[in-house]
């Protein structure tokens, strides 16, 4: 079956531009969760989605970023007026649902942002 | 709060040797903990994981034990291919709230024919 996809596969942007991430999770996967991977800070956790409400946005490094999930599926990550720090590959996963720890997250291949 | 600790890389080994990635954690509770890998061009995938003290993962090959005494979880191979060659994040996963994962930096392994 499909797995987690995720578009643009590379974002190239210059400095101060807003962008928009996508992730469509696996159908029927109730938790979505976005994670970034940089080169200083290796993976780290952003935000989640159990349905269309996020209980946990503690990763979300400054008010520049944000993200919705709209149906319980399709989720956008929105990055305003981007800075070079921002430069990072997006990594989004989901899982059967997020509380009881018994699911396995499946990771989508990633957006690699570039800000320029 | 939270945190996993790997050994850095990149880990370069030839064909059939043996393979250890040291991981340790440092985490409030009983966390799971897994070893995910990033093959070349490729999105992380689930290697093995183990939910409580004294488990041990397997999968193809690879193996990690659950050690709650020395907070390890240290991921070994007995005779390692050249198709192994990847990135491998060892994470935890706390048992309570939302479970978000919480990454090592990662640690590159590269095999030689």
């Known amino acids: 079956g499909a797995g987690v996809s995720q578009s643009p596969s590379n974002k190239v942007t210059e400095k101060g531009k807003d962008v928009e991430l996508r992730c469509d999770p696996i159908s029927g996967h109730t938790a979505l969760y976005w994670y970034r991977q940089s080169l200083g800070q290796g993976l780290e956790f952003l935000i989640y989605f159990q349905g269309n409400s996020a209980p946990d946005k503690s990763g979300l490094p400054s008010d520049r970023f944000s993200a919705e999930r709209t149906g319980g599926s399709v989720s956008t990550l929105t990055i305003q007026r981007t800075q070079q720090e921002d430069s990072a590959v997006y990594l989004c996963a989901s899982s059967l649902e997020g509380t009881s720890g018994r699911y396995e997250q499946y990771f989508g291949p990633g957006t690699r942002l570039t800000v320029t | 709060g939270n945190s996993v600790t790997q050994m850095e890389g990149p880990v370069t080994l030839s064909e059939e040797a043996f393979l250890t990635i040291n991981c340790t954690y440092t985490a409030t509770g009983y966390p799971s903990l897994f070893w995910y890998v990033q093959y070349p061009g490729e999105g992380l995938q689930l290697l093995l994981k183990?939910?409580?003290?004294?488990d041990k993962g397997s999968n193809k090959g690879f193996e990690a034990t659950y050690r709650k005494e020395t907070t390890s979880f240290h991921l070994e191979k007995g005779s390692v291919q050249v198709s192994d060659s990847a990135v491998y994040f060892c994470?935890?996963?706390?048992?309570?709230?939302?479970?978000?994962?919480?990454f090592g930096t990662g640690t590159r392994l590269l095999v030689s024919p």
């Open positions: 183990a939910t409580k003290a004294d």
């Open positions: 994470a935890l996963k706390e048992n309570t709230g939302f479970q978000k994962l919480v």
